[in-house]
């Protein structure tokens, strides 16, 4: 068992839908993340929480330390959130990643 | 973002040749990281560099070495390629620790051994 579980794998929605994707961990953590990694191959980190709640734009990231799991959500969805998103978990000089989330937003 | 480039972008070699990897900063960070990304297995440590000449293994370091001499630069060498090394490398940086710091990447590298 992965010691960082995403789900889903796959997720297809429509332009404007509330997308929530889960990360469970089962390490201890310093700090969860997550990351964006576009169709090109690029990897951008969106958020680095150690609890609570963040937000940047239409990106919301929540995490609850009690029960080991986080979670993304993308407001009002577009095209352009269509990609990968993976969730890592850090902690002892190290990173654990999960296998990602492929998001295809459609228009 | 972040200044890290990555060389080469891609390289296709055989097996058992030796391969090294550059990764290379400007942003005077303290850490950097060596990644491999495979389908199904997501992002694996491989090295890790906490400063010149500190360098630590990660998750799956076997057959890998690294090297830092200067701060700018990690390089990655597979000594003898094997085809189950093939596979999209990625490097990354950080200011403080990864553990509470956010890691920047770079653009990867694709290796292909055949």
């Known amino acids: 068992k992965n010691e960082v579980e995403q789900s889903p794998q796959n997720l297809t929605a429509q332009e404007g839908e509330f997308i929530t994707i889960n990360c469970s961990y089962s390490?201890?953590?310093?700090?969860l993340h997550w990351l964006q990694q576009h169709p090109g191959g690029g990897i951008v980190s969106l958020f680095m929480l150690s609890s609570g709640k963040k937000k940047h734009g239409r990106l919301i990231a929540t995490i609850n330390i009690q029960e080991k799991h986080s979670s993304l959500h993308i407001t009002a969805s577009h095209p352009r959130d269509s990609a990968v998103y993976i969730c890592a978990a850090s902690g002892n000089n190290d990173m654990r990643f999960g296998a990602g989330t492929r998001l295809t937003v459609k228009p | 973002d972040a200044g890290i480039t990555q060389s080469p972008r891609h390289k296709v070699t055989e097996t058992g040749t030796p391969v090294t990897l550059r990764c290379h900063q400007t942003?005077?960070?303290?850490?950097m990281y060596w990644y491999r990304q495979d389908p199904g297995h997501g992002l694996r440590l491989i090295h890790y560099s906490y400063g010149v000449k500190d360098t630590d293994k990660g998750e799956v370091s076997d057959g890998y070495s690294v090297s830092r001499s200067k701060t700018e630069d990690f390089l990655l060498t597979l000594e003898s390629a094997t085809s189950s090394q093939t596979s999209v490398y990625f490097c990354a940086i950080s200011e403080t620790s990864g553990n509470t710091d956010t890691q920047y990447f770079g653009p990867g590298t694709r290796l292909t051994v055949l």
């Open positions: 390490v201890g953590i310093s700090a």
């Open positions: 942003e005077n960070h303290r850490y």
